[in-house]
């Protein structure tokens, strides 16, 4: 069972940038896709961002070439880089993790989740 901790979340400016950090423990990283979600007030959880264990990576169509998800196996931890950001990126922002080799968009077919971190930005 693996255990996440999501960190980078905070205020930005539009058009800034953060960089969101999850750390695992428990076992390694390499044995799971990784996804990041998020979930603004009102709305479903989605998936931003996800990157299989062979490094196929997918991203939602409203985050394509502002998001970058990265993977550091070595660090057992797994990274999204934010740019560009705009208001609607506003969500709590969670880390997740499901067994198997395929990506899913699917909350549901995450079994772990990290506490989320808040991402707020101002117009």
């Known amino acids: 069972q693996v255990q996440l901790v999501e960190s980078g979340g905070g205020l930005v400016q539009a058009g800034g940038s953060l960089r969101l950090s999850c750390a695992a423990s428990?076992?390694?990283?390499?044995?799971?896709?990784l996804g990041w979600f998020r979930q603004a007030p009102g709305k479903e959880r989605e998936l931003v961002s996800a990157i299989s264990r062979s490094g196929n990576t997918y991203y939602a169509d409203s985050v394509k070439g502002r998001f970058t998800i990265s993977r550091d196996n070595a660090k057992n931890t797994v990274y999204l880089q934010m740019n560009s950001l705009k208001p609607d990126d506003t969500a709590v922002y969670y880390c997740a993790a499901r067994s198997g080799l395929l990506i899913s968009v699917k909350a549901t077919e995450y079994a772990y989740w990290g506490q989320g971190t808040q991402v707020t930005v101002s117009s």
């Open positions: 428990g076992r390694t990283i390499s044995s799971y896709v």
